[in-house]
């Protein structure tokens, strides 16, 4: 599908909107079906023709290294780069990996999203209209915020920044193209989002694009909510397999497991627990008669009583 080799991946959000869960690991890093959530954006790339990932940290950026060790990902080099003392956002974050980047082509892509939306349109609506950058958007699956002429193909305003009678009827999937001139538009060593950026390139009339693309599935895994809904939509289309329950986990004979329940590595369920739409992650333990409803297990806690929508940290 792809010319574009290297994509930057943002992995350095503070997670604040799962913070119960994110207290000890970055929201990319949260399992999906035991796998951490960045690894299906990886996959997502790479089935794409990316040949290279560029990964910015902030939040707990140790625990990186502690996934990917050899700083790769099926074959694939990952490059992390390290934001420090405070998060730079967007423009920032890739103003910080130009040197990474190089003076091609790149795929900016939200670390926190579960998409499996063709990239391939995206890509040509790129190349053939020269953007400078093109953003992927959808009709539905969330808030509407950005406005396009599908005609053109050009964004013209994002949440009516530039008008108040602005007809927002498309979201932006925080995916977008982008070509390395873009990078000059950013100031040097500074905190700052990619929006008003884009702003300031629909003033001045600059090539800013937007594909509308609403085939596949696409989600912002931004609230507890969703996090867990993504796992009732995976179960309910049979994926993932086997890997629900990993093979180092000990589930005792006894213990019920029902729905979207998922069972990392060296997890333990006790005797007589039963567990419905539950995500147990490494090392945790849930005790022998614990009734369990929506409940979330992070990494080494331990869960027992009767419990609903719960976050044991």
Same mark, same amino acid.
């Given at each position: 599908?792809?010319?574009?080799?290297?994509?930057?991946?943002? &992995?350095a959000?503070?997670?604040?909107?799962?913070?119960?869960?994110?207290?000890?690991?970055? =929201?990319? !890093?949260?399992?999906?079906?035991?796998?951490?959530?960045?690894? *299906?954006?990886?996959?997502?790339?790479?089935?794409?023709?990316?040949?290279?990932?560029?990964?910015?940290?902030?939040?707990?950026a140790?625990r990186?290294?502690e996934?990917?060790?050899?700083?790769?990902?099926? %074959?694939?080099?990952?490059?992390?780069?390290?934001e420090?003392?405070?998060v730079?956002?967007?423009?920032?974050?890739?103003?910080?990996? +130009?040197d990474?980047? &190089?003076?091609?082509?790149f795929?900016?892509?939200?670390?926190?999203?579960?998409? #499996? !939306?063709?990239?391939?349109?995206?890509?040509?609506?790129?190349?053939?209209?020269?953007?400078?950058?093109?953003? @992927? !958007? +959808?009709? =539905?699956?969330?808030?509407?915020?950005?406005?396009?002429?599908?005609?053109?193909?050009?964004?013209?305003?994002?949440? $009516? $920044?530039?008008?108040?009678?602005? #007809?927002?009827?498309?979201?932006?999937?925080?995916? *977008?193209?982008?070509s390395?001139?873009?990078?000059?538009?950013?100031?040097?060593?500074? =905190?700052?989002?990619?929006?008003?950026?884009?702003?300031?390139?629909?003033?001045? /009339?600059?090539?800013? &694009?937007?594909? @509308?693309?609403?085939?596949?599935?696409?989600?912002?895994? %931004?609230?507890?909510?969703?996090y867990?809904?993504?796992?009732t939509?995976?179960?309910?289309? /049979?994926?993932? &397999?086997?890997?629900?329950?990993?093979?180092?986990?000990?589930?005792?004979?006894?213990?019920?497991?029902?729905g979207?329940?998922?069972?990392?590595? /060296?997890?333990r369920?006790?005797? /007589?627990?039963?567990?419905?739409?539950?995500?147990?992650?490494?090392?945790?333990? @849930?005790?022998?008669?614990?009734?369990?409803?929506?409940?979330?297990?992070?990494?080494?806690?331990?869960?027992?009583?009767?419990?609903?929508?719960?976050?044991?940290?």
């Amino acid at each position: 599908m792809s010319s574009i080799r290297t994509a930057f991946v943002l &992995g350095a959000g503070l997670g604040t909107r799962l913070r119960a869960i994110t207290l000890r690991r970055p =929201k990319p !890093l949260i399992p999906v079906v035991n796998r951490p959530l960045i690894t *299906y954006a990886f996959d997502h790339l790479l089935g794409g023709g990316v040949e290279r990932l560029v990964v910015n940290t902030h939040w707990q950026a140790e625990r990186y290294a502690e996934f990917f060790p050899d700083a790769s990902y099926r %074959g694939t080099p990952l490059f992390f780069r390290h934001e420090s003392p405070e998060v730079l956002e967007t423009a920032g974050g890739i103003w910080n990996v +130009r040197d990474l980047l &190089g003076d091609e082509p790149f795929i900016v892509y939200n670390g926190d999203i579960f998409t #499996d !939306l063709p990239l391939a349109p995206a890509l040509r609506a790129h190349r053939e209209n020269g953007n400078e950058v093109t953003l @992927v !958007l +959808r009709s =539905k699956d969330g808030p509407l915020q950005v406005a396009c002429d599908t005609a053109s193909g050009r964004v013209t305003d994002l949440s $009516r $920044r530039i008008d108040p009678a602005s #007809d927002l009827r498309f979201l932006f999937t925080g995916i *977008y193209l982008v070509s390395p001139e873009f990078i000059r538009r950013i100031p040097p060593a500074t =905190k700052i989002s990619v929006v008003p950026i884009f702003c300031e390139m629909i003033r001045a /009339g600059a090539k800013l &694009g937007g594909v @509308v693309i609403d085939d596949g599935s696409w989600r912002d895994l %931004g609230s507890r909510e969703e996090y867990l809904a993504v796992h009732t939509t995976l179960a309910a289309v /049979g994926a993932g &397999g086997d890997a629900w329950i990993h093979p180092t986990a000990h589930v005792a004979p006894d213990a019920r497991l029902s729905g979207a329940t998922a069972i990392a590595p /060296g997890a333990r369920v006790g005797a /007589g627990a039963v567990l419905r739409d539950c995500l147990v992650w490494e090392n945790a333990e @849930v005790a022998p008669g614990a009734h369990l409803t929506r409940c979330i297990v992070t990494r080494g806690a331990r869960a027992e009583g009767t419990q609903t929508d719960f976050d044991f940290a």
